[in-house]
């Protein structure tokens, strides 16, 4: 049976995840705790290095921008940390991922629709108390309308891409027992290369190219060079959301082809 791609269908799940997500509240305050306190530790190190320059300093930066820069990718990281990668690995270890291979519904929508009211309360709970917290404490660069409405639908592309990124990372319990490890390399790899521990222009020329070329850039460095007007003229701004969008079609198709040959190992070992 083909599952139906109605929008109504997935509802149940995301108030299921809503109502699974306020069972753990406290989760809210200690991710706010770690995201503060790594946002401080990166934020002060570059301000740092940048309080000596009487103007811009590498890659075009002022203290102030960077720290934006800084900020608003911890903020995103918080956004993107939506669980999925953790519950479809726990699924697939404990087996209960077959029952969804009976019920008439997709499975990566499922856990799509399951996660936007994590993505919602991470932002209001976590993200913006963050960027008010430092905004009180640094100064930071105000932007645009234009660039503040670009920075929104870029982040709305980064939050799909977030997602298949967690999903494929999850899905690899289907190949290994544990995936703690795919979990914590992953987590490393996206840090690094979507900008959230340095700034991508500050890169050196090869690391610069390969980081400009993965999707990981769309996760933080995408959004924060439309925030920061960090691009030329129209087209610049349309080559950042064609990057976007180029790899948000590739990876969910790329997550419908791995679900559609997982399921069917799945029905294989279980009949």
């Known amino acids: 049976m083909r599952a139906p791609l109605r929008a109504g269908t997935y509802v ?42 009487p103007g811009p300093g590498p890659g075009g930066f002022t203290p102030a921008s960077v720290t934006t820069y800084l900020v608003v990718a911890q903020v995103l990281a918080v956004v ?10 726990a699924e697939v270890y404990r087996g209960d991922i077959a029952v969804m291979l009976v019920r008439p519904v997709s499975y990566p929508l499922v856990r799509f629709a399951a996660c936007l009211p994590v993505i919602a309360a991470n932002a209001l709970l976590v ?28 982040t709305a592309f980064s939050a799909v891409i977030a997602f298949c990124v967690n999903l494929l990372t999850g899905m690899a319990g289907f190949v290994t027992t544990n995936t703690w490890g795919v979990r914590m390399v992953k987590q490393g790899i996206v840090a690094f290369f979507a900008g959230q521990m340095v700034p991508l222009a500050l890169l050196p020329g090869p690391l610069h190219t390969l980081a400009m070329v993965l999707p990981f850039r769309a996760l933080a460095d995408g959004p924060l060079t439309l ?15 064609g990057h976007q969008l180029g790899w948000t079609v590739a990876l969910v198709l790329l997550c419908a082809v791995l679900w559609r040959g997982a399921a069917g190992r799945l029905e294989v070992l279980g009949g």
């Open 80 to 89: 993107h940390a939506n669980r999925v990668d953790d519950e479809v690995a």
């Open 12 to 53: 149940p799940f995301a108030t299921s995840g809503l109502q699974s997500l306020l069972q753990y509240r406290s989760t809210f305050l200690i991710t706010g705790v770690t995201a503060a306190a790594g946002a401080a530790v990166t934020v002060f190190l570059w301000r740092a290095v940048y309080a000596a320059s």
């Open 127 to 154: 993200g913006v108390p963050l960027l008010v917290l430092f905004s009180v404490l640094v100064t930071l660069t105000a932007p645009a309308p234009v660039d503040a409405a670009l920075f929104t639908l870029s």
């Open 227 to 241: 925030l920061l007007g960090r691009y030329e003229g129209v087209g610049g701004a349309c080559a950042v959301l």
